[in-house]
T-cell receptor
Framework: EAEVAQSPRYKITEKSQAVAFWCDPI?????LYWYRQILGQGPELLVQ????????DSQLPKDRFSAERLKGVDSTLKIQPAELGDSAMYLC????????????FGQGTRLTVV | GEDVEQSLFLSVREGDSSVINCTYT??????LYWYKQEPGAGLQLLTY?????DMKQDQRLTVLLNKKDKHLSLRIADTQTGDSAIYFC?????????FGAGTRLTVKP
């Protein structure tokens, strides 16, 4: 069964260091989302791509976060420098396209900043 | 901003029905979703309902939507210990999806 792949599953980093997460969506899915889920809360959208274009990054802290999806397939989310408050689960999701009803989530990357 | 709210905890006995409630504020929501999250895992889509429907049933799951009151519920019949997880309600408006904080369902044997 097709699934959204994310790596690493777990990441521990020191504050002020750089960290990156990778996501490979379900093959053929044009829309890709990055969500941040702080412990005890629901996921919050950070950035949404349609193919290689960003369609919504209004909640992305652009002073330290960046995201790219250069070829419209896999995507990387980067944090530089990491802060203690960035500790969270980072979830990637994909859907088949604009207006699609279903989004499928990966297993997530659990980030701990120490 | 638009909000999605859920009660945080629900505890039921194995074999009973569970009902998880959710309210939302965005009147332009087109789809409403229920996701399940087990510890340390991503979100698993359980079911969704289009905003012009008022009920959807899928095996042990029944979704009820009261669009006038912006109230969504998920009923799990014959709840099992494997149903213990966090359940997230989500609504989709124009194209982004907004989640509630999740309801932690505990099923006692």
């Amino acid at each position: 069964e097709a699934e959204v792949a994310q790596s690493p599953r777990y990441k521990i980093t020191e504050k002020s260091q750089a960290v990156a997460f990778w996501c490979d969506p379900i093959s053929g899915h044009a829309t890709l989302y990055w969500y941040r889920q702080i412990l005890g809360q629901g996921p919050e959208l950070l950035v949404q791509f349609q193919d290689e274009s960003v369609v919504d990054d209004s909640q992305l802290p652009k002073d330290r976060f960046s995201a790219e999806r250069l070829k419209g397939v896999d995507s990387t989310l980067k944090i530089q420098p990491a802060e203690l408050g960035d500790s969270a689960m980072y979830l990637c999701a994909s859907s088949s396209g604009w207006g699609s009803t279903e989004a499928f989530f990966g297993q997530g990357t659990r980030l701990t900043v120490v | 901003g638009e909000d999605v709210e859920q009660s945080l905890f629900l505890s039921v006995r194995e074999g009973d029905s569970s009902v998880i409630n959710c309210t939302y504020t965005d009147s332009s929501s087109t789809y409403l979703y229920w996701y399940k999250q087990e510890p340390g895992a991503g979100l698993q889509l359980l079911t969704y309902i289009f905003s012009n429907m008022d009920m959807k049933q899928d095996q042990r799951l029944t979704v009820l939507l009261n669009k006038k009151d912006k109230h969504l519920s998920l009923r799990i019949a014959d709840t099992q210990t494997g149903d213990s997880a966090i359940y997230f309600c989500a609504e989709k408006g124009n194209n982004d999806m907004r989640f509630g904080a999740g309801t932690r369902l505990t099923v006692k044997p």
